[in-house]
């Protein structure tokens, strides 16, 4: 007979191998009684949402060094959470992370809930979210289920249904899998072994704890797995930006419209991103713009951008009509997004 996968065999791994991470609470700790953070939790479950672990530890490190607490965070000021997070991408995620602890500080006694159900009520809390946190703060029963434990569940079982239609069938078997005692530690080992050793290219079976009961590797079809619906080519689209410098050296910024893409950051006033030529719009101050050669290229979720980059120098009594001059020595290139901070690279190299 065939082995079946088991929790305990993979939480034995998981003890000897749990990657290191400044939110986590190891499985000595834990098996300790060391209790981890839910605000931690929380706080790297949102950052990494669509980001990558490496990315997100130094962000995670400045946050929780500026606001150790949820109460601290929901006291803050929009302008510097938003600032701390330029370069993480996805910008609508700070915009919920900050309603998200105002509500926990102050509708919930700055006490998060520790259920799935009580957690997606929360501001930008999803499914992943909620099972992540419920299971690793709280060390609840839940499912989880991002990339990685599809990935895996696909493999382990030889399933073969592309993604996204296969989604509620690899639920289904991560949730056979999710053990009662030590969810919390069984969440990560999976996550774990996702990102380590069943990776999405070479998945290192030889030395996989799930080796002798896992499907795909007997069937030979891991590297196959999991099949996806091939997705459609993301379309262009253009747009032009003015970076405008005062003789002062001062240079003038926008903050953007809270709702829509990159909304709450501060960039460089310019037109709308259409998918044909730049839309016909308004330079933000008279001035002499000279068009810089090359352009701010950028990939977001649903489409790629280019940027057209225009300067100019002004004389410090002329007025904008959009926007405010930042003297320069407030003015650092890690407080605007990634594709704000390529046009001002295109600036700075010309
Ligand atoms: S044996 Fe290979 S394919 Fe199967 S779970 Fe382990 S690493 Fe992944």
């Known amino acids: 007979m065939r082995d079946q996968p088991s929790s305990e065999v993979l939480l034995e791994w998981y003890d000897h191998h749990a990657r290191k991470m400044p939110w986590r609470v190891g499985p000595k700790d834990r098996a300790n009684g060391v209790i981890p953070d839910p605000y931690r939790i929380w706080l790297s479950e949102i950052m990494l949402q669509q980001t990558t672990v490496a990315a997100v530890k130094d962000y995670f490190e400045r946050f929780t060094k500026r606001w150790p607490t949820v109460r601290d965070l929901a006291d803050a000021q929009d302008e510097d959470v938003m600032a701390e997070w330029a370069g993480l991408g996805y910008y609508a995620r700070a915009r919920n992370l900050l309603k998200c602890a105002r509500v926990v500080a102050n509708e919930k006694g700055g006490v998060f809930p520790d259920t799935v159900d009580a957690l997606l009520e929360l501001p930008g809390v999803g499914p992943y979210t909620a099972g992540a946190v419920s299971a690793i703060a709280f060390d609840k029963s839940s499912v989880v289920v991002d990339g990685n434990v599809e990935r895996v ?3 382990l079982y030889d399933v073969h249904t592309p993604l996204p239609a296969a989604k509620p069938e690899l639920t289904a078997l991560a949730e056979s899998l999710t053990p009662l005692e030590r969810a919390g ?10 990102a380590t050793i069943c990776t999405p290219r070479n998945p290192a079976c030889g030395i996989c704890p799930w080796r002798p009961a896992c499907q795909a590797r ?13 997705k459609k080519p993301k379309p262009i689209r253009f747009g032009v930006v003015y970076i405008t410098r005062r003789v002062d050296g001062a240079l003038l910024l926008e903050r953007r419209p809270d709702k829509g893409l990159l909304g709450g950051m501060l960039g460089w006033p310019g037109s709308e991103w259409v998918e044909k030529e730049a839309p016909k719009h308004q330079a ?4 002499e713009w000279k068009t810089l050669n090359g ?7 649903h489409f790629h951008l280019r ?11 002329r007025e904008p009509a959009v926007g405010h001059f930042l ?4 003015f650092s290139p890690t407080d605007i997004p990634t594709v704000m901070r390529k046009a001002f690279n295109l600036f700075h190299s010309d």
């Open 295 to 301: 352009e701010a290229r950028h990939t977001f979720t």
């Open 284 to 287: 933000p101050i008279r001035a």
């Open 218 to 230: 007997l069937a030979g079809t891991a590297v196959d797995l999991p099949k996806k619906t091939p």
């Open 307 to 317: 940027l057209t980059v225009k300067t100019a120098l002004v004389p410090m009594e």
């Open 327 to 330: 003297p320069l020595e407030d």
């Open 153 to 155: 569940m696909a493999r």
């Open 185 to 194: 530690d069984y969440a990560q080992a999976v996550m774990d072994l996702g």
